[in-house]
């Protein structure tokens, strides 16, 4: 596996890349922003650690390019600043998960290893749900046939319903998962669900996203007890 670090701390990233080569990973380190967005428009690794703040660029601005592109690279942020605020922004940009400096090795290492894990299932991984088709590679989804565009917001929150489909998925659970923030404004999830619903259900004879009164939201063929 091969690891693109992008972190202008010498020490910082010569830790991180001396420990994740003792785990048997490949690391290539680069120190600023444009090179960082330079090597990871190659498409050559497996996942990228890149600190927000970069002489050249920021990260988020390389993550935000890298979506744009539709590279779908694994991403996982580091940063000093650990505010909620930062945190969604990062993964509203279309990161896959959010490390706070200071941070210990092993949790990094943890992490890094999670998203290999779940990039390699998800990089044979089609999903399918009556007409809906998912492709959890590129991210591309199709109903009947027919493109859907979805931000990545509502792309992550399509893939939490469909990977659970059938599971009622309460508020919480999806603030937690899709958001990382569980505590953020109550009709976030209201809001998102409603714009994915005009864009998957809309027009279609079949609905596949219901709301399960008092409880939640699923995503399966058959009607329940929703409303």
Known sequence: MRIL??????????????????????VDWVTDGVAGM???????????????????????????????RRIRTPILMLTARGDVEDRVRGLELGADDYLSKPFAFPELRARVRALLRRDKTHR?????IADLMIDTLTRRVERAGREVTLTPREYSLLEALALREGEILTREMIMERVWDAPDSYSNTVEVHIAALRRKIDGGAALRLIHTVHR????LRERPGAER
């Open 215 to 218: 409880y939640g939201y699923t």
């Open 38 to 68: 330079e090597q990871a428009r190659s498409g050559d690794h497996d996942l990228i650690v890149l600190d927000v703040m970069l002489p050249g660029r920021d990260g988020w601005s390389i993550c935000e390019e890298l979506r744009s």
């Open 124 to 128: 044979t991984r089609i999903i399918r």
């Open 5 to 26: 670090l992008v972190e202008d701390e010498e020490a910082l990233g010569s830790v991180i890349k001396l420990g994740l080569e003792a785990a048997r990973l490949t």
